[in-house]
């Protein structure tokens, strides 16, 4: 059985799409449980509407929503113990879940994260992962925004975890692992990246492949299965893919629009149409990742519909399912038996 | 008269692109005359089949072209006077182009414009625009890879130059400005961001209107002319957006070939799918420009075609035409003489 805490409340439209999102990902996942956290009176007639839903879950009213708009700050001071958020992330680390989803504004979500379930032991920074499509698959992508700048040992945490969150979610047992970097030749590159990809490259991890630098056009290519990026960095590529599938969209729907012809023709492709929209919805693989608390947390798209906040769901079902927060522990703690002092390994390395 | 310093050999086809690439670029900008730089035995016999092109340019026998894998060291130890690249650079600085155009290795045309035309008076480093497709038309984004990091200054500087760019080649007074920046608010953004904008906003520069902060997707939007980041987080984003644009073509022809209907409809809207194939195509805005030196230099796509090659030297004739090193260095001296003390503004806008 796995239990997943919902903070119905999150994200633009709240429990309008998060409860019938919920039913579609018990549809596909019955085993599921739910602990719902929202305010009682703008959920429960909804939750009427999905009697399925309703048996597979314990609904808990809460006074406060945290808003889109709030500020980290104001999130905690007015949301503390109280919110939906709040409790939903308090579900996790009371055990009375295994993972936690909400569409709430991220930086709001991700200070009570910290503050509630605390970073692991040995990880000093959280990291959010997304899922990437690409012509491959999905590849995981981490940090896409949980912190600007990472050094080269945070470089090396994330590597860890997104490894073990490829294990848990693709099922493969040595995912490739890459650290983005730029290719021109003439720079220096920045010295964390280079530092971590010696460490990752002499310690030989079981649990992953590292297969060295990528570059950006390495993202929808599928080099790897895991990219390892700062947050800064890692938030503007992640964007600037998203901006890039929503711009070539307009330009297929103009195009499209300009002929007679052009027209019939889309009407006898439509079904390849729908297959390619399907392919380029970022909802299709809505679901950025918390890493390095003790406890996840899934964070859907704001913006989401109830098949995006069902892919959320789904995300949280494979997660826990495969057991991530004990893959992540177990690798860390191997790590750190096999580099206890990891400024050695380097000296010897640039020996 | 604008004269175009070209590096023949330059890129993964040298003159078999190249010259084809100048003679389409002459049909257009009949007044353009070329200085070439290549190795004679490859060129010449190329040269005879555009005998416009031929009686537009003088050609200079060069006996080293740099290699698409050189180190830029290697490159300019072995290449340094006497490469057709670095002849191409030469020719600017001696005032016999008025500006040079290579399709070479980034690194080595770097590192051969750094030493020969050295960087501006007031200005630390170059950078590397990028004209970059938009909804709207087109923006220019810097650095897209020139160097690693930028303090505040910089990121002052590659405003100042984008802007400058932004009204050579898009021939607009006061082009909008943006620094690329990370939406999560619970994190500190990078300091170096925060305080360029802070200087920008109250120095009201008149080149330029600045807007504060874009994020990632607005770089596909046009949501402003002139987009601002240090070179990785830059060079990152540019090729994660020319990633997913080949990703989104490979799905496209993928899902157009599923089934007879999808078949028939795309050839019924064929000529859509040419136009959308031009507005994907990477070679339309192919140049990249080389900014903060003395002398202008484009770098064109290693990989392109003729016509990729003809769309760099057209920016080559934009920016020369435009006089865009005049403007650059108005814009500095203006800059500085508002700012003579960049910390005392820094400081009042604290308080």
């Not at 409860?19 to 719902?36: H, N, T, V």
């Not at 925004?145 to 997104?162: E, K, N, P, R």
């Not at 693989?285 to 996840?296: C, D, T």
């Not at 927060?325 to 990891?342: G, M, Y």
Request: net charge negative.
């Amino acid at each position: 059985m796995i239990t997943v805490a919902v903070d119905v409340m999150g994200g633009d439209f709240g429990p309008e799409v998060a409860i019938p999102g919920l039913a579609k990902s018990l549809d596909r996942y019955p085993e599921l449980k739910f602990q719902l956290f929202g305010i009682e009176d703008k959920c429960l007639p909804l939750l009427e509407k999905f009697p399925k839903l309703k048996a597979a879950s314990e609904f808990h009213h809460c006074e406060v929503a945290v808003r889109m708009d709030d500020k980290p700050s104001r999130a905690l001071r007015q949301g503390r113990w109280r919110s939906s958020m709040w409790r939903s992330i308090e579900a996790v680390k009371n055990g009375e879940a295994d993972v936690c989803v909400s569409a709430g504004n991220t930086g709001a979500l991700m200070a009570m994260a910290r503050f509630c379930l605390r970073t692991m032991a040995n990880i000093e920074r959280p990291a959010i992962a997304a899922i990437w499509p690409t012509v491959r698959g999905e590849s995981i992508v981490l940090d896409v925004g949980a912190t600007v700048g990472a050094d080269a040992q945070q470089l090396i945490d994330f590597s860890m975890m997104g490894a073990a969150m490829a294990r848990a979610l693709f099922e493969i047992d040595r995912p490739s692992v890459g650290l983005l970097n730029i290719g021109v030749e003439e720079i220096k590159g920045q010295e964390e990246v280079k530092e971590a990809g010696r460490i990752l490259r002499v310690s030989e991890l079981p649990g992953m492949d590292y297969r060295g630098f990528v570059e950006g056009d390495d993202l929808g290519k599928g080099t790897v299965d895991v990219v390892v990026t700062e947050g800064f960095s890692g938030n503007i590529a992640l964007k600037a893919a998203e901006g890039t599938a929503r711009q070539i969209g307009e330009y297929l729907r103009a195009a499209m629009n300009r002929t007679w012809l052009a027209r019939l023709g889309y009407l006898l492709a439509k079904s390849a149409f729908d297959r390619l929209r399907e392919k380029m919805d970022p909802n299709k693989v809505n679901g950025g990742v918390f890493l390095g608390m003790n406890g996840i947390v899934i964070k859907s798209h704001g913006g989401t519909d109830a098949d995006g906040f069902a892919a959320a769901v789904d995300v949280a079902h494979d997660m826990a399912r495969n057991n991530l927060i004990s893959k992540i522990e177990d690798d860390l703690k191997l790590f750190h038996a096999r580099l206890p002092v990891t400024g050695e390994l380097v000296e010897e390395n640039q020996g």
